[in-house]
């Protein structure tokens, strides 16, 4: 029996790993999580515009049958945790357009892979969140849903493409989400909102149904992934635990579990800090934001060096990743992206393996690299509809729009895991995020570093 009762809203904004364990633990039942994020979405979301796609009815279903599983004894990982997913995942009953005006009627008949396993988890899945068209923009601004804005500055974007559910994470209106990432969707809007993500290792987690509107599959080639948006390192964990293995529809079931972290202590730790990129300008603030992350670690007795012999060249992974992605996008999208020869494409992937390897050598050296997740906090959003003409002012320096993305290319090229953990704040009062890449497959490193940053007071 209850002698006390959390606040269930104080419950969604500790995050998933703490609302199972209170409802594990009868500090709450599922129903009055369910409720209370209902509440704070209808009272707060008007302005915001974050969740798009409600549903609410089989919400209270889902919550209600959890409680009664939560009183027969069962233990699910997720059971009765409140959440909400990018709209581009296809959930069975609910539109998948992609904020694409052409496919506003487009209901998938099943659930993708991903949301299937959080539902088998126990998740309370709440809705979806917004995106911008096709999911290719640092801002959530669509002709379908209209637009997502700043939690703290409505004249701002939150992020994108993954921007909505960092607001729904931010503001307490779940404990969870799920969003993906190809140049920084999840980790552009965490450091803009002050959230913690995680884009995974490449292949960790099954992308079937992520896809566009109408298809099952993501384009061949395209080193898109998923991956959740949290409120502390311990509710990516916990996401990762749900999501990961491999696709049965892909590969045979069989035993599947990620190396534990490289490290406990902070003392043991060997960081790369790197603030410096020669295609993106940094402001002062993001800099010193990651340098002061470097700092305290440094100060915890871990090993901290600012340069590296072995890391690869950053403009070359930067090319590189650009170049596959739209060279992909060119063969799905006629009009769209840089079509190349078949020589050029091969000379590409050779290219990259090239670089993997420097990445996997870096990694002997070094546990685990720290840097922006992108070089300014966030910005007013932008009206201009070509992004050859979008120019920000980072620290005074006319900035291409493009070059925001040029942080995520370490991580994505490589296909590494990289954790986004908040790191401060602006002048103003703007969220600022670190970005923590670490060796392919080797998650939970780059999430354990990300506690010991934030939630260690001894580092």
Known sequence: MRTTSPDPTALLAAGAARSAKALVAKEASAVELCEAAIARIEALDGALNAVVVRDFGRARRQAADADAALARGERRPLLGVPMTVKEAFNVAGLPTCWGLPPFRDFVPPHDAVAVQRLKAAGAVILGKT????????????????????????????????????AVAVATGMVALELGSDLAGSLRVPASFCGVYAHKPSEGLLPTRGFAFPGTEEALAGLPSVIGPIGHCADDLLLALQVLAGPDAAHVADGCFALPPPRH??????????????????????????????????????????????LLPDLSEI???????????????????GSPMSLHAWFDLLATRTRIRAQLRALFTRFDAALCPAVGCAAFEHVAETDFRKRILTIDGVATPYDAL?????????????????PAGFAKGGLPLGVQIVGPYFEDRSTIALARLLTEDSSV
């Open 130 to 165: 917004n995106v911008p068209p096709g999911l290719a923009d640092w801002q959530c601004d669509n002709p379908v849903y209209g637009r997502t804005v700043h939690p703290l500055d409505p004249l701002r974007t939150p992020g994108g493409s993954s921007g909505g559910g």
């Open 405 to 421: 993305g040029a942080w995520a290319a370490l991580a994505s090229l490589g296909g590494l895991p990289a954790t986004v953990a």
């Open 264 to 309: 406990a202590a902070a003392k043991d730790w060997r960081v790369l800090v790197v603030t410096a990129h020669p295609q993106a300008a940094v402001a002062a603030e993001v800099r010193a934001a990651v340098e002061g992350a470097g700092r305290r670690l440094a100060k915890a007795g871990a090993v901290v060096a600012e340069a590296s012999d």
């Open 318 to 336: 930067g090319n590189t990743y650009d170049q596959i992605v739209q060279t992909v996008l060119a063969h799905a999208e006629p009009g769209g």
